[in-house]
């Protein structure tokens, strides 16, 4: 019985031993496991952003800041320079800088797992101008306390190449990076900058901490619970071992950018181009209407058109690459594309054949094989100028600025080949205006607005610059319209013209009726009142400016006639 009693115990023994040990290998890993972000699936930072996050309760008198977020701010040493021997291009003393955080609650209260990216600008001064660092963290923010404790260790592997691309793939960086592409760093500074940026030998011989203060921030801005947060911090930078810093003490501050008015920024901008392209589009039917008729058509400069057509191909190209890169504001950037797409290829292009077929009134009757060989080659020659273009801009990415000073001067093909066709009101006054001012939107967004959305730098002079060349082009424009084509060249070297108002003999005898209003002219009126022919034929001076607007033909003998 005892025996009996002796082998219960023992067994009883064994098995809370068992559930002991149990309960240690089942916690363990529980306990572990909450430092990690609780994660259902992968999530984007437009959703983290445009449709929020839960958060979490509250704990006794604090609050649980989400600070998940980009903060824009500034660096600097605490000695005057870096002390540090290691890296000896590492000399600016102060810059600015850009930080990105994504945290994520865990299971232990009061401890949020913080991943993060700070993008220095300015750091490094060297040979080829240089200057741009990365650095990816990862850590803890303990929220009743304010604090964030983040390490990076660049010289080990790293598993969270898919949080980094989750980190960077807010509409705030990506149209920064699509910007900066388009408008300053060019395509072979930055594959220089990945072959020799000193932050390859950064990666393998430093470990980074930074230690911050979380802030909260008053907005003057009405923008109802949304909170600004600030970052203070000390990022030291003790090297591998024992060799030292990689380089001094640096003080790190940012406060956070509210990236949903970021986002409306961008938003409100395809508004603007939408409605800018609506506006091209009632100019372009005006002016179609304006020269609807084939010697009205032909006074319009091809190439000025065509120039026009390509700036909008180009804009369309921007607005949907734009759009594919920040997923978040595809539609935005599409419904812009769209109407840049439906400006240049129906109506342009419309007009762009139009033109091509009144100078070309010969080939019309030469068959259906001429005129398609021709359209063929038309359209070969524009795409390929089209094609062409962007390959020249990709050589020439440092010069953008006088490429786009290049690209609107749309106006001076118009301009020359109104003084070598002495054309007579070829454009509308409202298409001319309109025109101008619809084109110099996107550029003076883009260069004069101090807050554009794309970051880049605003320079006034340019913008003056660009204002005065279009407008020199228009008011020319203007004045060949209401003074003559040929207003502002001097008579010495203007070609011989056909003096429709010329002295002729009365004594010939000649039909003195316009056959145009079938009404009598009186020869004993000035000479101003009729004109006449090369071919000897009579008209009103008015009935024949109106035909002419619309035949460049004798009325009587159907003969070419010269400009007026």
């Not at 734009?322 to 290829?345: C, H, P, R, Y």
Request: net charge positive.
């Amino acid at each position: 019985m005892k025996k009996r009693q002796h082998l219960g115990v023992l067994r009883l023994g064994l098995e809370l031993q068992i559930i002991i040990w149990l309960s240690i290998w089942v916690a363990f890993p529980q306990q572990a496991a909450g430092l990690r972000p609780i994660r259902e699936k992968a999530r984007t930072w437009s959703d983290e952003w445009l449709f929020g996050r839960k958060q979490v309760s509250e704990a006794g008198r604090f609050s649980a800041w989400n600070i998940t977020g980009t903060y824009r701010g500034n660096w600097k040493f605490l000695d005057s320079l870096n002390n540090s021997s290691k890296f000896q291009d590492f000399q600016k003393s102060n810059g600015n800088s850009v930080v990105e955080l994504v945290a994520v609650p865990t299971k232990i209260t009061g401890v949020h797992y913080v991943q993060g990216v700070v993008v220095f600008h300015d750091v490094f001064d060297n040979e080829q101008n240089l200057g741009g660092a990365q650095i990816s963290l990862e850590g803890v923010y303990i929220w009743p306390f304010r604090q964030l404790r983040l390490v990076a260790n660049s010289g080990k592997e790293s598993d969270s190449g898919q949080d980094e691309n989750n980190l960077l793939s807010n509409p705030y960086h990506l149209l920064g990076i699509f910007s900066s592409q388009v408008f300053q760093e060019s395509t072979r500074d930055r594959i220089l900058q990945r072959k020799i940026s000193p932050r390859n030998e950064m990666d393998k011989h430093c470990n980074i901490e930074l230690a911050a203060q979380i802030s909260r921030v008053a907005s003057s801005d009405n923008n109802g619970d949304k909170s600004y947060y600030h970052m203070d911090g000390l990022m030291e930078s003790p090297g591998v071992g024992d060799d030292g810093d990689c380089f001094s003490p640096m003080l790190l501050n940012a406060t956070s950018l509210n990236v949903e008015v970021y986002y409306n920024k961008a938003v409100n901008y395809t508004l603007m181009v939408t409605f800018v392209s609506f506006l091209q589009v009632l100019l372009l039917i005006r002016q179609m209407e304006h020269g609807n008729t084939q010697s009205g058509a032909a006074k319009v400069s091809i190439v000025m058109i065509g120039h026009q057509a390509i700036m909008d191909a180009y804009l369309c190209l921007l607005h949907l690459t734009a759009g594919i890169l920040v997923e978040s504001l595809f539609n935005a950037f599409a419904t812009a594309a769209f109407f840049k797409f439906v400006v240049f290829s129906i109506f342009e292009m419309r007009y762009l054949l139009a033109i091509w077929k009144a100078t070309r009134p010969s080939n019309s009757g030469e068959g259906w094989e001429t005129m398609r060989r021709e359209l063929s080659f038309l359209y070969s020659r524009f795409y390929g100028i089209l094609l062409g273009g962007i390959l020249i801009m990709y050589e020439l990415h440092n010069y953008m600025r006088p490429i786009l000073l290049l690209m609107y001067s749309f106006w001076i093909p118009q301009i020359v080949t109104n003084v070598i066709r002495d054309s007579r009101k070829p454009l509308h006054p409202y298409y001319i205006l309109g025109m101008t001012a619809t084109r110099l939107a996107i550029p003076l967004y883009v260069f004069g607005c101090p807050h554009n959305f794309m970051r880049v730098e605003p320079s006034k002079v340019w913008c003056v610059c660009l204002c005065a060349f279009m407008g020199l082009q228009a008011v020319v424009l203007l004045l060949q319209h209401y003074f003559g084509s040929r207003c502002f060249v001097p008579r010495q070297m203007l070609p011989e013209k056909y003096n429709y108002h010329r002295r002729f003999n009365q004594d010939v005898s000649r039909n003195t009726d316009c056959v145009i209003c079938m009404t009598a002219i009186s020869l004993r009126q000035r000479t101003s009142d009729f004109m006449v022919t090369p071919c000897e034929h009579l008209f009103h001076t008015g009935c024949l400016q109106r035909w002419m607007d619309i035949k460049m033909e004798c009325p009587t003998c159907r003969r070419s006639l010269p400009p007026a």
